[in-house]
């Protein structure tokens, strides 16, 4: 068995363990972006993909809350 397929069945076996309902995200980010969410992740004591998690719902929170009812429905009706 190869390295990739070892690393893509843990990854496989790590979203079906895991109690919420989780997706994968693979990207590339500019250093500037990356440099400061290890500096926010550090300065809260979270990991990264909490504190990736944590600014996602809050930009969202502030979006949404700024839509009136109608646009809200339009919005959560996007499919992903």
């Given at each position: 068995m190869t390295n990739a397929?070892?690393?893509r069945r843990y990854?496989?076996?790590q979203l079906q363990e895991l109690d919420s309902p989780r997706m994968r995200l693979n990207t590339d980010l500019m250093i500037t972006a990356k440099s400061a969410l290890t500096r926010l992740a550090r300065?809260?004591?979270v990991t990264e993909k909490v504190m990736l998690e944590r600014?996602?719902?809050?930009a969202e929170s502030t979006v949404v809350a700024g839509l009136s009812g109608?646009?809200?429905k339009e919005y959560y009706d996007v499919t992903a």
């Open positions: 397929e070892r690393q990854r496989k076996r300065h809260y004591a600014l996602i719902a809050g109608a646009a809200q």
